[in-house]
């Protein structure tokens, strides 16, 4: 086999499994590395489903092009949108592929595939496996990859942890270093590309909807050698998540898909049990204020209008904790059964209730980061990427790729929910060709010509931070430490920020980086040392933590996940028709005011001990940005203001192209 | 688990335990069945019985051949495998509690009764080798080999007459009985004849009347046995081979 | 007031102080030892959380330093399998292990052991990879032609997918085969000098000749009844009916009362059962 061309994968989620099985088809031999087994990766977590256009909207209306605005406007046009196009394009291929590998997908009676309804559209675009659709996906994808394994095609390195990638003089990535979590061997991978697929960064949060492998450690190595991490304080918040002392459970988008209403009593703190409150006490806030979208609105809203119902109105239904009610009871158990089976049942296991009996108690939690590693496209004429081309999904870093949740370039300011599946799917077979491309325009000289030496420097460099940190006898404990950290960065960084809390939190984050340099490893064994790789991963959370701060506290606005209230476009208050449109009209020049100042991509690169942070144009060419009016008081006014300024726009290209 | 003999049996694995299964059945299971109605004819008196061993007799010199190939052989190949089987798992039914653990742990320690149980109940009643020289010097002396078919109940009766024998035959039914009706019901999980939880659960119900009715039919067969008067039984066999006698 | 009452979280009987024993063992072929641990009591705790404390705790009931329990997690909500353990004597995932639960069946203590059939590595994290091996062995997959775009996949009517969807929700966790007392433990030590890839290949042969388990079994029937997945179907049930295959199967069924998915394992194997045989029938008259 062509080793030359042998291309390293870090992580084994949807996006690193679906690249391995596309190189292996083009015939490149893959080295997997993931912090677990495979088939336990983070993706198993999804529950809801993946979202493409189909038959069945498409005679309602529905088009890829819908899917892809949608995208775009529910992630406040940060995205790349070429990008993003590609990817609402494939969408319906990729479902057609995962069909095949033989997702148990429900069905309709007929035998085609089900859709629900998700957070951020108006059609049913959500193709799903009962409620554990991520689980479904990520097994039909280990399963094709177990098969290259046994063609020799795969060799899977699980239990390993990806410490690095090694750059050599030019800069070009040539290869990983990662270290064996049982042994404790650290070993240097070299290949003629490397992907970063590591998925999402939750545990920097503490407590999150994530798994424990999303420490962001991956990314973070790569991030403090060079490469540049786009959008870091775009930070999903998700509506309803189960409280929890170790985790915070995600109670899926699906609930309220299939039906499932938010409501608090009228009364604060109603002592009654939920089902004899009278419909009439009840504060079905979401359906009020969005009639429209209802329970389904973007998940940056319901997170903005769920915390505000507790903090600032009091209306959590509990004293001592915040949660609000997430209703299913209404619905028939069989069909709750059927649909939501999986996650109900999560619920009664750790809740101890039976939710559809009673309503669930649910609190927004840090769920998905919308960025990630910087990565480039290469646009086609139609706007949408160019297959094959080496430069997609390429990180600033030549050699050196990123695609799933780690890369930023998909869903901007806010993720609609079952987008993500898609992009790391879509993502991680589009990039397949594009490597291909790659190794024959170097012809594999990475591997072949780089000299062992660099290997072995980037080995021993390794190995002696690991002695070091075994070594190192200054009397703070890690685990301590990563509570603070999640603390800190949960009250400053998540549903509301204030820049005189972001100042105070990095100010803090400095000091406690600090003192994880100095952390006591109480386990100073060379055999699986769960100790020492918990340090290094922690030590590796303060770059990206501090990227994340600094990016919200120079971001003086409101744009998707990312909420200042001191910087929120107001409703409309004139109520004289003139007068209205005449402040219609000086919220949509501020508007174009924010965009202009706002509208880019935010970068930092690490310099070694903080990052510096700068912006970047993002590419839309294909649909102007328009203000998101989700429920503004004066919506209407504002969009009709702003489609007259659209057209005369276009008015004017148009007679200058002449 | 190791050496020549296992790797044989590793191989062909799947065959050996599908024979296994089949056998447990047929014939041993269904020789079991029969010979328990059989024997349980005795109740009906003496008479009855000996028409009834005379039946399974009239093979003559046939009848060597059929009993080792249909009998002996079966029933060795199927304890041999079932030992076998039994060393390749290990119970665990203290630790996990289930029904069905219990009746797998019990399938494997009735296995191991029915080992003892037929092999010394063949040796008292019949034998094991019909060779002169055996009976004479190893079998009689020991109070073994106390079946004589042309006086079926009377030596019947006559070598149940000792006070162990009852409640060591009473255990050997048992364990039999329930090792017969529990592997009914496996063996239709094995061979996919029930195949959803509640198919199992109705055929459970149905392997417990069949052992139920079958040990109702080996109680009464060694309830017979002590009833029926050995004296009285002789009697009455003696007249019928003088009846027959005077048939010729 | 003695005794936890589980089904009042808020009752003031519970205790302050969770007691736990843990069977620790440094590496491969190490002897086993119980280490005592205590951590405060939480409400809606889990064992995860237990574990957590102890590992910042880093000392025993004593007060002994001693180095963190090691022991897998990931997804802490039961869907990923990591966390499998014997906890009170049973196997189960230590994330949804509820502390008040496990306290409600032993008051004193709580009890945590690696899972028995597969080889520790370290105190509660073993090596599971013979499961995996066995995915292999059967063929656990849909034979498609390419990645490329052929349009949407086999039509499959919802009774159908009702049956196949259960089954597609097995985590490979290893319950199942952890409590079967037809499914043995088989370790190996390194022996020295051997390469990585040797080391290997000879456990992978020592997997071959050992029971696949009824997860695998169960994923044979999930494929099998798969219209692509079919057509290598007599491969997955040669390899089904050879050593180590579904024969071993004792029928002991606690395989289904332990998995924590409810997957129907002993509804697969009667149908996998009832297949092979019908499978190894045609073999012999074919060849
Ligand atoms: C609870 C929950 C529910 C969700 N539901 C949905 C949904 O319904 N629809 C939807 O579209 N999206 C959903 N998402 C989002 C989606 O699940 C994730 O974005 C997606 O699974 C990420 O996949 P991935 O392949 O990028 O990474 P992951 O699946 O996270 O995989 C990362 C891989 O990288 C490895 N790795 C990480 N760090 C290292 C390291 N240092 N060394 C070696 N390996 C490493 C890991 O072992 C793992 O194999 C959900 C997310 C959560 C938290
Ligand atoms: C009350 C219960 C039983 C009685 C009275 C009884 C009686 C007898 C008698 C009289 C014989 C001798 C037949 C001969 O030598 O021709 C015999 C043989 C035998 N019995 Fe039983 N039996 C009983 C239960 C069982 C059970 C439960 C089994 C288990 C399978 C069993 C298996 C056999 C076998 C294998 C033989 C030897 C076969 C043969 O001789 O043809 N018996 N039994
Ligand atoms: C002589 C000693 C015996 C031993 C050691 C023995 C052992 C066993 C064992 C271990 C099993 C379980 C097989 C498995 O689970 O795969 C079994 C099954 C069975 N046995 Fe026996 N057995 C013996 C005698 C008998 C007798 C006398 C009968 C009939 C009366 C019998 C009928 C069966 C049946 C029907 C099965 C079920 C097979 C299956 O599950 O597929 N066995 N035996
Ligand atoms: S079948 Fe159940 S117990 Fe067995 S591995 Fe799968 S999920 Fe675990
Ligand atoms: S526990 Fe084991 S013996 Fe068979 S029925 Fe289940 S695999
Ligand atoms: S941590 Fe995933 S199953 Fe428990």
Partial sequence: MADNQRVVIIGGGLAGLSATMKLCELGIPVDLISLTQVKRSHSVCAQGGINSCNEQTRQLGDSEWKHFDDTVYGGDFLQQQPPVKEMAYWAPKVIDLMDRLGVTFNRTFEGYLDRRRFGGTLYKRTAFAGATTGQQLLYALDEQVRRWETQGMVRKFEFWDFLGPVLDEEGRCVGAVAQDLVTMEIHAFPAAATIVASGGCGLIFGKSTMSVFCNGSAVSRCFQVGAKYGNPEFIQVHPTAIPGSDKLRLMSESARGEGGRVWVPRTPQDPRPPKQIPESERYYFLEERYPQYGNLVPRDIATREIFNICVNEGLSVEKGRMAVYLDLTHIPREELDRKLGGILEIYEKFQGVDPREQPMKIFPAVHYSMGGLWVDFAKSSDGGLQAGDPANQRTNIEGLYAIGECDYQYHGANRLGANSLLSCIFSGLFVGPCIQTYIKQSGGAAVTRTPSTLFDAAVSAQQKRHEDLLNCRGGENPYLLHQELGDVMTRAATVVRHNDQLDSAYAKVEELQQRAARASISDTGSWTNQNVVFTKALQDMFPVAKAILRGARLRDECRGAHYKPEFAMPSLTETDPEARRREAEQWCDRFEENNRRYLKSTIARWNGTDPDISYEDVDTSLIPPRPRLYGLVGAEIIEQVWRERQAKRKEQVATAGQ | ?248 | MSAPTPANPSSPAHPTKVNVRVLRQDGPGQPAYWERHQVDYEENMNVISVLQKIAAQAQTVDGKKVAPVAWECGCLEEVCGSCTMVINGRVRQSCSALVDSLLAENATEIELRPMEKYPVIRDLVVDRSRLFHALKRLQAWVPVDTYGHLGPGPRINRPQQEEMYPLSKCMSCGCCMDACPQYQKIELQRRPGESDEQYQRRKEAAYEQGFVGAAPISQVVLFNSHPTGKSIADGRLDALTETGGIQVCGNAQNCVAVCPKDIPLTKSIARAGRAATLHSIKRFLEK
Avoid at chain 2, 45 to 69: D, M, S
Avoid at chain 2, 88 to 111: D, E, I, K, V
Avoid at chain 2, 217 to 238: F, K, M, N, S
């Fill in chain 2, 1 to 248: 688990m190791n050496g020549p003999n296992s790797s044989f049996f590793l191989r062909h694995e799947f065959l050996i335990r599908r024979l296994h299964s089949l056998s447990g059945l047929i014939p041993v299971g269904a020789y079991m069945v029969v010979h328990l109605l059989v024997n349980s004819t005795l109740i009906n008196g003496a008479g009855a019985f000996q028409t009834n061993v005379h039946k399974i007799h009239a093979l003559g010199k046939f009848l060597l051949p059929v009993e080792w190939a249909f009998i002996f052989l079966p029933i060795i190949f199927h304890a041999v495998v079932g030992v076998w089987i039994i060393r390749s798992g290990q119970s665990n039914h203290s630790q996990y509690r289930f029904t069905a653990n219990w009746r797998y742990t019990l399938q494997r320690w009735t296995g191991v009764i029915a080992i003892v149980f037929i092999f010394t109940h063949v040796f008292h009643l019949h034998g094991w080798f019909h060779a002169q020289w055996w009976l004479e010097n190893v079998a009689q002396p020991l109070g073994m080999a106390q079946f004589r078919p042309y006086n079926a109940a009377s030596t019947l009766a006559q070598g149940m007459q000792n006070y162990g024998w009852p409640p060591f035959y009473l255990v050997g039914i048992l364990a039999c009985v329930y090792h017969f009706a529990n592997g009914l019901w496996t063996m239709g999980i094995t061979w996919g004849l029930w195949v959803s939880p509640a198919g199992q659960r109705r055929a459970t119900l149905a392997c417990a009347v069949v052992g139920l009715l079958l040990f109702g039919v080996g109680l009464t067969a060694l309830v017979a046995t002590q009833v029926t008067d050995p004296e009285e039984a002789r009697g009455v066999e003696d007249r019928m081979y003088e009846s027959e006698d005077g048939d010729r």
